[in-house]
């Protein structure tokens, strides 16, 4: 290796280290803050919080690498343009393909590492990472509940209130309780103005007392028989004081917080994973459309819609005069007929509707995320491209101008992002199209810097703009003279 690719390649690798380490610390303190009121004061020791901190980094990298290759390429050609080392080096013959050379086999490998690191440490990483949270929020379910909406962690039961207080924060402010243990739907409503909730670490039970409430029970679901129904159709109470227990053995378990209960998230499989996943995905997709399909074309009977009692075809037929060969009462029984029919293929669609929506949301998501690797695997070599042509070009170094650059290009690059995933996810576009949304975007423009870095151009040429209206001017004003 020449002295000069030495120097390009410390030029780069210096700020990169520091850059990536700012970023990455800065990703993992987001998420940390977003998940620390589920994690603080639960009794955790610091080995288990240090873990959870571990596998969130080792997810958060993927995304940290591409910001500092951007950032670092920014200040390290920056830095070069503003120390004049651009121009030495052109005065003795080296062009900034040259110079870049090494740079650009530093970033392939990158990509390959970052692409390694997707297809292997990240699910592995997620699985941990949301296991271990799953497991920690869990360890006391009371500070797990949200106030002002409704709650279903809680097996059979939906929990709602206005406000948790109290130094251990186990007192309830207008408590709501919807008791779905009858699995026949919300027969049992509790309302109260106080409530407390009792929760010992390693119990199977929470006790929940409710003070200054009001306690209703539907029977009518219960009872089979109609004269059982008539005659005690609800039980109703108001309360000054009402206990109840809530088996919550399912959610601590057996207490052990590296126990793994979910393995089978889109973003847990590796990329040979979701590629035999899809499949099976789409094959229960088609399955459930074909299957509908055929449920809407028996009750609309559509199979006879077609069929003629001889071989001679009416080329124009007018269906409103077939009507007239029928009396009023068969017309009124063949209208109402047709009406039933459509009624029914409508309600059939708009019952499976969610059924459907659901499945095709799941195949996206698999979808996506699939395609979103690959594509976020290349994200180094694109933001490369943009940022070392840009640094070239405002031959500034260090953290000012270059961290301004890097926010707004990598902004630009995460909402693209997004937001071909998210249309992607709600089927609008395909999957592939959508996690290719960015790369669509920015590759044009990666190349338009490249080239103006090249010929030793401006950001922007202002003369090309400019220069016309000089030109309309001095011609305005040369015939005004005349």
């Given at each position: 290796?020449?002295?000069?690719?030495?120097?390009?390649?410390?030029?780069?690798?210096?700020?990169?280290?520091?850059?990536?380490?700012?970023?990455?610390?800065?990703?993992?303190?987001?998420?940390?803050?977003?998940?620390?009121?589920?994690?603080?004061?639960?009794?955790?020791?610091?080995?288990?919080?240090?873990?959870?901190?571990?596998?969130?980094?080792?997810?958060?990298?993927?995304?940290?690498?591409?910001?500092?290759?951007?950032?670092?390429?920014?200040?390290?050609?920056?830095?070069?343009?503003?120390?004049?080392?651009?121009?030495?080096?052109?005065?003795?013959?080296?062009?900034?393909?040259?110079?870049?050379?090494?740079?650009?086999?530093?970033?392939?490998?990158?990509?390959?590492?970052?692409?390694?690191?997707?297809?292997?440490?990240?699910?592995?990483?997620?699985?941990?990472?949301?296991?271990?949270?799953?497991?920690?929020?869990?360890?006391?379910?009371?500070?797990?509940?949200?106030?002002?909406?409704?709650?279903?962690?809680?097996?059979?039961?939906?929990?709602?209130?206005?406000?948790?207080?109290?130094?251990?924060?186990?007192?309830?402010?207008?408590?709501?309780?919807?008791?779905?243990?009858?699995?026949?739907?919300?027969?049992?409503?509790?309302?109260?103005?106080?409530?407390?909730?009792?929760?010992?670490?390693?119990?199977?039970?929470?006790?929940?007392?409710?003070?200054?409430?009001?306690?209703?029970?539907?029977?009518?679901?219960?009872?089979?028989?109609?004269?059982?129904?008539?005659?005690?159709?609800?039980?109703?109470?108001?309360?000054?004081?009402?206990?109840?227990?809530?088996?919550?053995?399912?959610?601590?378990?057996?207490?052990?917080?590296?126990?793994?209960?979910?393995?089978?998230?889109?973003?847990?499989?590796?990329?040979?994973?979701?590629?035999?996943?899809?499949?099976?995905?789409?094959?229960?997709?088609?399955?459930?459309?074909?299957?509908?399909?055929?449920?809407?074309?028996?009750?609309?009977?559509?199979?006879?819609?077609?069929?003629?009692?001889?071989?001679?075809?009416?080329?124009?037929?007018?269906?409103?005069?077939?009507?007239?060969?029928?009396?009023?009462?068969?017309?009124?029984?063949?209208?109402?007929?047709?009406?039933?029919?459509?009624?029914?293929?409508?309600?059939?669609?708009?019952?499976?509707?969610?059924?459907?929506?659901?499945?095709?949301?799941?195949?996206?998501?698999?979808?996506?995320?699939?395609?979103?690797?690959?594509?976020?695997?290349?994200?180094?070599?694109?933001?490369?491209?943009?940022?070392?042509?840009?640094?070239?070009?405002?031959?500034?170094?260090?953290?000012?101008?270059?961290?301004?650059?890097?926010?707004?290009?990598?902004?630009?690059?995460?909402?693209?992002?997004?937001?071909?995933?998210?249309?992607?996810?709600?089927?609008?576009?395909?999957?592939?199209?959508?996690?290719?949304?960015?790369?669509?975007?920015?590759?044009?423009?990666?190349?338009?810097?490249?080239?103006?870095?090249?010929?030793?151009?401006?950001?922007?040429?202002?003369?090309?703009?400019?220069?016309?209206?000089k030109n309309f001017f001095l011609k305005f004003k040369s015939?005004?003279?005349?």
């Open positions: 290796m020449k002295i000069l690719d030495k120097y390009i390649l410390k030029t780069f690798l210096k700020p990169f280290a520091a850059t990536f380490l700012i970023v990455l610390f800065v990703l993992v303190m987001q998420l940390l803050w977003q998940t620390f009121e589920n994690i603080a004061g639960k009794g955790i020791s610091v080995v288990f919080i240090l873990k959870f901190l571990y596998y969130t980094s080792l997810s958060i990298v993927p995304q940290a690498l591409p910001i500092a290759v951007l950032l670092s390429s920014i200040m390290a050609l920056g830095s070069l343009g503003e120390n004049y080392e651009f121009a030495a080096a052109k005065s003795a013959g080296i062009s900034l393909q040259r110079l870049v050379r090494p740079l650009v086999f530093l970033t392939l490998i990158l990509s390959a590492v970052n692409f390694l690191f997707l297809n292997n440490i990240f699910p592995y990483a997620i699985l941990r990472q949301q296991n271990l949270y799953y497991n920690i929020k869990k360890k006391k379910p009371a500070l797990a509940l949200v106030p002002g909406s409704f709650n279903s962690d809680l097996p059979n039961y939906q929990i709602k209130f206005e406000e948790k207080y109290g130094e251990e924060k186990n007192l309830l402010k207008k408590v709501l309780i919807y008791d779905l243990s009858s699995r026949q739907g919300n027969q049992k409503v509790i309302t109260a103005e106080r409530g407390k909730i009792i929760s010992e670490e390693g119990s199977r039970y929470m006790t929940f007392i409710l003070y200054d409430g009001y306690y209703y029970e539907d029977h009518t679901k219960s009872q089979k028989s109609p004269d059982k129904k008539a005659k005690m159709p609800a039980s109703q109470a108001t309360f000054k004081e009402y206990e109840f227990n809530i088996d919550i053995s399912d959610l601590v378990g057996d207490g052990q917080l590296d126990e793994q209960r979910f393995k089978n998230s889109f973003k847990m499989l590796k990329l040979n994973q979701l590629q035999d996943t899809i499949p099976v995905i789409k094959d229960s997709y088609n399955t459930i459309l074909s299957l509908r399909a055929k449920s809407v074309a028996t009750i609309s009977k559509s199979n006879e819609l077609y069929k003629y009692s001889d071989t001679l075809k009416i080329k124009y037929l007018d269906t409103t005069k077939i009507l007239n060969n029928f009396s009023l009462k068969d017309k009124i029984g063949i209208l109402n007929g047709a009406k039933t029919k459509l009624n029914s293929a409508l309600t059939n669609v708009k019952n499976n509707m969610t059924t459907i929506k659901r499945k095709r949301k799941t195949l996206n998501f698999f979808d996506s995320e699939y395609y979103g690797r690959i594509a976020l695997s290349f994200s180094c070599l694109i933001l490369f491209f943009i940022g070392a042509p840009l640094g070239s070009i405002i031959r500034k170094g260090g953290f000012g101008l270059p961290m301004i650059l890097a926010i707004a290009i990598y902004v630009l690059y995460f909402f693209g992002n997004t937001f071909g995933k998210n249309l992607a996810e709600e089927s609008s576009i395909s999957s592939l199209l959508g996690s290719w949304v960015s790369a669509m975007v920015m590759v044009p423009f990666g190349i338009l810097l490249t080239r103006r870095a090249t010929k030793d151009k401006g950001l922007f040429n202002v003369d090309a703009i400019t220069q016309p209206i015939k005004k003279d005349n």
